[in-house]
Each structure stands twice: as C-alpha cells, then as structure tokens.
C-alpha cells in the first residue's frame, strides 16, 4: 500500500531532538559548548510543553544533558555525530490505514563534507524506528529531511543543488530521484528551485536545503523566504525563488528576512522559514531584529489556533542551520 508523507502541521506523536555531542556543531571552547547545549534544549524543552519529545543523547552525554533537558523529555541513548536530527533521522510516511513507516534515506555527511563525521549518524534513523517498532523503508537516495517541504496534496519542494549534487547522488537523474521520492514519499508533483541561500554554500552548509527558503502553509499558500535589501546576495536567490512559483502557479506568502545582513563570517542566512510546527504551536526562530515580530505576525495568520513561540536562533545559524533542522516530528 502506498505510503504518504503528512504535512508537518498533521497531529504528532512526538518530536525528536538530539543533543550536540562533538565536532563544530558542539565547538571548541567551554562557552561555545554551552551556547548549543542551551540553544538545543531550549528548543526541546518548548517543544515539551505541547508534545512529547525524545531526545536522542550520546551515552557519553546522559549526565550532562540531564542538566539542561527537561524531566519531561524521554531520552533515547544512542551513538550519534551530531545534532541535526531533521537530516539523520528518519521520515516519517504513512498509509491510508494509518500504519506508520520510516524513510531510511543514506545520510552522506550532506555530500561527504570533509568536516562531517556520520559513521553513527547513518544508522540512526533505522536506531529509531527499531525502538518504536515502526516499519523501516530502505532507500538508496542520499536525501535528507532539511532538502524536502510536502504539503500533504503529493507535491514537494526541492533544490537541484541538493538532490543532484555530484557528492549525493552523481549518477541519478532528475527523473529518477523523482521516482524515488514518489515511491517513498507519495508525492507526484515536484517543484525545483534552482538553488538555496547564499550562506548556505560555505564550508559548514548544506549546498541549498529547502527548509531555509520555502515551506507550505496549512492552507495551500507557499511561505518562502523574501530577501528585500538589495545589497545581500540572497535578494537575487528570492526573487529567481518568487518567480518561479509564481510560473508555477502558486499562491504565496512573502516572510521578510530579518534586517540583519552580516555576522562575523559573512552575509547570514537568518530564515524565519525554518520554523517548526507542533501540535497547538510554531516554534521561530528571532534573532534580536526588528523583523522578528513581524514575522510572528505572517505566522500568527499562516497557522491559526497556533501559539508562536520565539527563541533566539542566532547560536543554530552560527553552525549551519536553524529550529527546523533540529527536529523531526513522528505523525501520531
């Protein structure tokens, strides 16, 4: 029986989380180290207060993580590199019965970075699956959750860069990555954007995840990310991006950038794209700009009946992603 990917804002189960165990994510210094832990678990313990939350934890990190989870959030001992659970963990698919299945995608390091260690993290979606005893679907598709958005009405959003990049999948056609998402997705209508956000290209990106650039709103509409100042280069990535939904046929949302064009490593990628839907809320990421509460606003009215709850994402950008790309929801 065919299996669907549900949209996000469809009932969870739960929401996975994992802890930032090592490498850049986790950083050198004993201050660097505690602005992630307390960005990842500022995020799970939000999540907590609307649903239930695993927290998939290193065994070397279970005394340390105690300190900054919540005593509501299960935690989940399991050998992992790192902390994007969105990109190593499973998608979750259903069928029209409502059995639940688990999309293993081959996790590569987003292209076999030369920074990303993934010997653990490659097992870790089938690690999950097993525990709860859902059906595993094995894909041969270097593929992670951050490069899909699905609106639950078969079509799915996706960048050529991430898909058909030489160090994912070199010998795949477009035709046939789209065959094997529809196999495991149940999506049947594909909509490609050229490329992601700058920032995203450097050393610790991911070559142009969807989930900084657009997502779908319950009601149809795509919510995509609208670079306004032309002195940052993401104002051209947004309006190639607007254009091509618009020939697309789409109704869309504009969600402004922040104001905030650099940090100390360049032009950002602050998205308020990269949110996170739960059951009664949306978890956004606010990074101290005058644009933060006008997006809650857009979002206020993209998700109606949904608290919006704000957390500063500055710490997750500054390593390479934002609230989306540290959770995973398990449709109930």
């Known amino acids: ?26 950083g050198e210094t004993e201050s660097e180290q505690t602005a992630a832990r307390k960005t990842w678990a500022n995020v799970a313990n939000a999540a907590s207060e609307f649903e239930k939350v695993t927290a998939v934890v290193h065994p070397e990190d279970e005394k340390v993580a105690a300190k900054y989870l919540s005593s509501e959030i299960e935690v989940m001992i399991e050998k992992i590199d790192d902390a994007w659970i969105r990109d190593s963990g499973p998608t979750f698919v259903k069928n029209k019965t409502g059995k639940l299945a688990a999309v293993d995608w081959v996790f590569n390091g987003w292209g076999a970075q030369s920074w990303a260690s993934y010997e653990n993290d490659s097992k870790i979606a089938s690690a999950i699956a097993h525990r709860y ?13 951050g490069g899909i958005h699905v609106n639950g009405q078969g079509q799915v959003l996706l960048t050529e860069t991430v898909q058909l990049d030489p160090g994912r999948n070199p010998n795949l056609t477009k035709s046939e990555v789209e065959d094997e998402l529809a196999r495991t997705l149940g999506v049947d209508d594909f909509v490609w954007l ?8 450097d050393e610790f990106g991911t070559r142009g995840h969807v989930d900084i650039v657009a997502c779908y709103a319950p009601d149809g509409r795509v919510i995509y990310h609208d670079q306004k100042n032309p002195n940052h280069p993401d104002h ?9 939904f618009f020939r697309k046929g789409l109704e869309l949302v504009s969600l402004p950038a922040p104001e905030t064009l650099k940090d100390n490593e360049g032009f950002v990628d602050y998205s308020y794209v990269n949110h996170y839907v739960l059951n009664h809320a ?10 933060d509460k006008e997006a809650k606003a857009i979002l206020r009215d993209c998700y109606p009946g949904r608290e919006i709850v704000l957390i500063d994402a500055r710490e997750l950008f500054a390593r390479g992603g934002g609230i989306h790309c540290i959770t995973q929801q398990q449709p109930a």
């Not at 065919?2 to 804002?9: D, N």
């Not at 859902?134 to 992670?144: H, R, T, Y």
């Not at 050229?194 to 290209?201: A, E």
């Open 282 to 291: 949306v978890l956004l990421g606010s990074f101290d700009d005058r644009n």
């Open 133 to 145: 005893d859902i059906e595993v679907i094995k894909s041969e598709l270097v593929n992670e959750g």
């Open 1 to 26: 029986m065919t299996f669907l990917m549900p949209p996000e804002w469809e009932k969870h189960e739960r929401t996975f989380i994992a802890f930032p165990h090592s490498g850049y994510t986790l």
């Open 236 to 244: 051209l990535v947004s309006a190639e991006v607007r254009d091509q």
């Open 194 to 201: 050229k490329s992601g956000l700058t920032r995203d290209y």
